[in-house]
């Protein structure tokens, strides 16, 4: 009578022949409205067309929806258990379970599995989870739309052999192995290969789950594609360099244009003095003629340094191009080769004349 499930004895045909106080508190009715009544007034068979007789033999184990007195529905779990009867009848005992509690728990946990499953897949981050042999068990949303790949496809699949650029995946085995094996660390840097060969950067934080013995279980890594953000560094890199270089070649460019300048002038009143016959005259015109031409020079290195005044006009585009074309050629070394491919009848350009003044023979 103390017992907390409603506990039925009914005969093999499912008359009822007694209940407990649970039984009567669960479906709203005393035992003299119910006693010799079949069960099946108050656990309906699961499908028509079953035995009445038999059904509740049948239907053990599974769960059934029970009826109240007030017509109201709810779920049951039932037991079926024979019993001694006197003369040789086979009664048996029915216990009858609510399951309401148990299944509003278990929609409530369904309802915040999804709420969870949601909240990862709609994380701007990248979020992946690893079991303890590094296969992955959790691929989010954001992962499938920058790689291309579902979370199907990768699921069960070791990580680095998953997504891992192939030029690093050794190393990125490497590091998933040092994690599993306790060197775990807080942040990394990986390259992943997307499902059109492209290759991006993330920047990893990482966390480990552990059960109760402190074993690890799970790593849990949310990430960040940083490769435009390294491309911007590093042509802001290139770009001060460029700036240092043309700085540098300015501060050289003023250092050489006053060596010049001397040379310039001394040559000059060197020829003054020198008659039209005289045989070093051919020599000293070499040298001024080389002094003019490195002026010119250095005028070109002024104005690419920043340091020189500008003097804009319209110019051809292809003109310009070759004029500076020697120029390149010496600079770039034999190492490099130097093709021009340039389009016919081109618009006038904006430019720097004094850029292109004496660059088609600058070294002669």
């Given amino acids: 009578t103390t017992a907390r499930d409603a506990i039925f004895v009914i005969r093999e045909s499912g008359e009822i022949l007694s209940t407990n106080p649970a039984a009567e508190k669960l479906f709203g009715y005393a035992f ?22 038999n059904y509740i033999h049948a239907a053990e184990g599974r769960e059934l929806i029970g009826v109240r007195k ?39 946990i369904d309802g915040q599995r999804r709420f969870a499953s949601s909240l990862i897949d709609n994380l701007p981050s990248l979020l992946v989870v690893v079991d303890h042999s590094g296969r992955l068990v959790r691929f989010n949303r954001t992962c499938e739309e920058l790689t291309q790949f579902s979370e199907g496809e990768l699921r069960d699949q070791f990580l680095w052999q998953a997504v891992a650029a192939p030029a690093e995946m050794e190393q990125a085995e490497e590091q998933m192995l040092e994690v599993l094996n306790g060197e775990f660390p807080s942040s990394s840097y990986s390259n992943w290969c997307l499902r059109d ?26 990430g960040t594609d940083v490769t435009n953000s390294i491309q911007s560094e590093e042509r802001r890199r290139e770009l001060q360099a460029l700036t240092t ?38 020599d000293i015109e070499e040298i001024k003629k080389a002094s003019d031409r490195g002026a010119h020079l250095t005028r070109q290195l002024l104005t690419f340094s920043g340091n020189h005044p500008r003097n804009t006009r319209q110019i051809s585009f292809n003109d310009a191009v070759h004029s500076v074309e020697r120029l390149v050629r010496v600079m770039a070394g034999e190492k490099i080769h130097v093709d021009l491919s340039l389009e016919k009848d081109l618009p006038l350009v904006v430019a720097d004349a004094l850029f292109f003044v004496h660059c088609t023979h600058p070294f002669r």
């Avoid at 060969?197 to 402190?214: K, P, V």
């Avoid at 300048?261 to 040559?267: D, K, L």
């Fill in 197 to 222: 060969n492209s290759i991006r950067t993330i920047a990893w934080n990482h966390n480990a789950l552990r059960d109760e013995y402190g074993r690890l279980t799970h790593v849990v890594s949310t």
């Fill in 32 to 53: 003299q409205e119910i006693r010799g009544k079949s069960i099946s007034a108050l656990v309906p068979p699961p499908a028509k067309g079953r035995r009445r007789a």
């Fill in 245 to 282: 270089a043309g700085r540098l070649a300015g501060g050289v460019a003023h250092d050489f244009n006053n060596l010049l300048t001397a040379i310039t002038g001394y040559s000059g009143l060197a020829l003054v003095n020198l008659e039209e016959r005289d045989p070093v005259r051919n």
């Fill in 70 to 108: 007030s017509g109201n529905r709810f779920p049951l779990d039932l037991v079926l258990s024979e019993m001694a009867a006197p003369g040789g009848e086979k009664r048996f005992s029915v216990i009858v379970r609510d399951r309401s509690d148990r299944n509003r728990a278990e929609e409530e």
